[in-house]
T-cell receptor
Framework: GAGVSQTPSNKVTEKGKYVELRCDPISGHTALYWYRQSLGQGPEFLIYFQGTGAADDSGLPNDRFFAVRPEGSVSTLKIQRTERGDSAVYLC??????????FGPGTRLTVL | SQQGEEDPQALSIQEGENATMNCSYKTSINNLQWYRQNSGRGLVHLILIRSNEREKHSGRLRVTLDTSKKSSSLLITASRAADTASYFCAYDRGSTLGRLYFGRGTQLTVWP
């Protein structure tokens, strides 16, 4: 079966632009997570969905970041007015039980 | 910060040697997990240890947890060049489904 997929794998944008990052979780997984990983650091939690609702969005750094999961499957992370400091690898994970979180390959975002 | 901290930051060994990585944290935890990451992309779950467990084994991996010292260690025995990767500890704080707090990772290099 397919794992977690993320698109695009790489995204280069200019400062001030809007970007959308997509995550396709493993089929049937109700929990979905977004993390951000800067170079040389561990992943940093952004938001967690249980079904369609955000169960914990306390990791979103500011109101430029927003995520949706309208049908409880695919999720989109949206970043408005991108800044150079937003450059990082954005990781998505999904889980059915919580014990095993399956991570996708990530989207490398570069803001010029 | 509630992130864990790994020690050492980098470890370089020869094939066949054992590799030990340590993780410390500052708060109460529910479960602690170890992940592996190749080339800064997707994370692979290795092993989970519950707060009421002291030691766990999985193949060549041995994980210990000392909640009194708020520390964990990951031992990889008889290392192989293919074990070269970054290793992260991550813990949750009360819900297995909830967010994970990651450390900064240990970069392991195994020379053939």
């Amino acid at each position: 079966g397919a794992g977690v997929s993320q698109t695009p794998s790489n995204k280069v944008t200019e400062k001030g632009k809007y970007v959308e990052l997509r995550c396709d979780p493993i089929s049937g997984h109700t929990a979905l997570y977004w993390y951000r990983q800067s170079l040389g650091q561990g992943p940093e939690f952004l938001i967690y969905f249980q079904g369609t609702g955000a169960a914990d969005d306390s990791g979103l750094p500011n109101d430029r970041f927003f995520a949706v999961r309208p049908e409880g499957s695919v999720s989109t992370l949206k970043i408005q007015r991108t800044e150079r400091g937003d450059s990082a690898v954005y990781l998505c994970a999904s889980s059915s039980s919580g014990r095993d979180k399956f991570f996708g390959p990530g989207t490398r975002l570069t803001v010029l | 910060s509630q992130q864990g901290e790994e020690d050492p930051q980098a470890l370089s060994i020869q094939e066949g040697e054992n590799a030990t990585m340590n993780c410390s944290y500052k708060t109460s935890i529910n479960n602690l997990q170890w992940y592996r990451q190749n080339s800064g992309r997707g994370l692979v779950h290795l092993i989970l240890i519950r707060s009421n467990e002291r030691e766990k084994h999985s193949g060549r991996l041995r994980v210990t947890l000392d909640t009194s010292k708020k520390s964990s260690s990951l031992l990889i025995t008889a290392s192989r060049a293919a074990d070269t990767a970054s290793y992260f500890c991550a813990y949750d704080r009360g819900s297995t489904l909830g967010r994970l707090y990651f450390g900064r990772g240990t970069q392991l290099t195994v020379w053939p």
